[in-house]
């Protein structure tokens, strides 16, 4: 499934709680300045691309395109990965804390990612 990029007003929506649909969407945070950003992506969309995850919905926003977004999801810089549950007029976001020990190129290790997933999804 590809990676979709998400307006500002997209996830507002998300955010805000205006999505009717059950749905669990994955969404990297990022800058064009950012070089974890740029190597991150392959991993990313390697996962979007996991039949295992078939049923979550993969974006990407911009940091740039609305800012103060860090701060209204309580979220230090980027790369950052969140997830979004939506449905009956709710929404859920939860952020994947910043390891403990980043990776040296991509500030997270696809495993955390993974794993964040999961938890969430478990939740």
């Known amino acids: 499934m590809p990676v979709t990029r998400l307006s500002k007003a997209a996830l507002m929506?998300?955010?805000?709680?205006?999505?009717?649909?059950?749905?669990q969407c994955i969404v990297q945070f990022y800058s064009n300045s950012?070089?974890?950003?740029h190597n991150l992506q392959e991993y990313y969309q390697q996962l979007a691309d996991d039949p295992s995850y078939a049923d979550l919905h993969f974006?990407?926003?911009?940091?740039?395109?609305?800012?103060?977004?860090?701060?209204?999801?309580?979220?230090?810089?980027?790369?950052?990965?969140?997830?979004?549950?939506?449905?009956?007029g709710e929404s859920v976001v939860k952020i994947l804390a910043d390891p403990m020990e980043p990776h040296k190129?991509?500030?997270?290790?696809?495993?955390?990612?993974?794993?964040?997933?999961?938890k969430g999804d478990k939740e």
């Not at 929506?13 to 749905?23: D, N, P, T």
């Not at 950012?34 to 950003?37: G, I, Q």
């Not at 190129?105 to 999961?118: D, G, L, M, P």
């Open 13 to 23: 929506k998300l955010i805000e709680g205006q999505v009717k649909e059950e749905a």
């Open 105 to 118: 190129k991509t500030w997270y290790r696809v495993s955390e990612i993974k794993e964040f997933i999961e």
């Open 34 to 37: 950012c070089h974890l950003c």
């Open 59 to 88: 974006f990407a926003f911009n940091i740039e395109d609305a800012p103060g977004i860090s701060e209204r999801l309580n979220f230090n810089g980027v790369p950052t990965i969140s997830s979004i549950v939506t449905g009956n």
